[in-house]
């Protein structure tokens, strides 16, 4: 089955989210190291629970590339988790409107783009007629 564009632009999009993700795993581990933070417990867990999170987004990526469901799903699962820690950014009396838009607008973009793979998908399904594609 050949995906369209806008499914490779999803599928890059969240390789280049999970990219991110392992970047900030590396400056978490370089803070465990360096001696940085106050739990070493919370650090270590903190670190796997990172890793975990961008080996789910590589397993959407790679899922929305060969035009699986189930990756556009994760993904916008993913993309609503960003936001909602956008949302919380806004609230509080450390509130940063900046930091909120910086962490939304990437969510947003991602967002757009897997619900319009998922209805360029959905479309391409019905024209074959195999509706379990989608």
């Keep these: 089955m050949r995906i369209s564009r806008l499914e490779r632009a999803a599928a890059g999009w969240l390789a280049l989210e999970a990219t991110g993700v392992l970047v900030l795993a590396l400056w978490e ?7 940085d933070s106050e739990s070493l417990g919370s650090s270590i867990a903190l670190l796997a629970l990172t890793v975990l999170a961008a080996a789910a987004l590589v397993a959407f990526a790679v899922a929305v590339w060969r035009g699986a469901s189930g990756g556009r799903s994760g993904g916008v699962v993913v ?3 960003v936001l909602s820690v956008a949302l919380g950014t806004l609230t509080g009396e450390g509130a940063d409107p900046r930091l909120a838009a910086a ?21 391409r399904a019905r024209a074959s007629g195999d509706a ?3």
Excluded: K, M
Aim: hydrophobic letters at 70%.
């Design 79 to 81: 993309q609503v988790l």
């Design 29 to 35: 581990l370089v803070a465990l190291v360096r001696g």
């Design 132 to 134: 379990a594609d989608v």
């Design 103 to 123: 962490i939304a607008v990437p969510a947003l973009v991602g967002l757009v783009l897997l619900i319009a793979a998922a209805r360029t998908a959905g479309r």
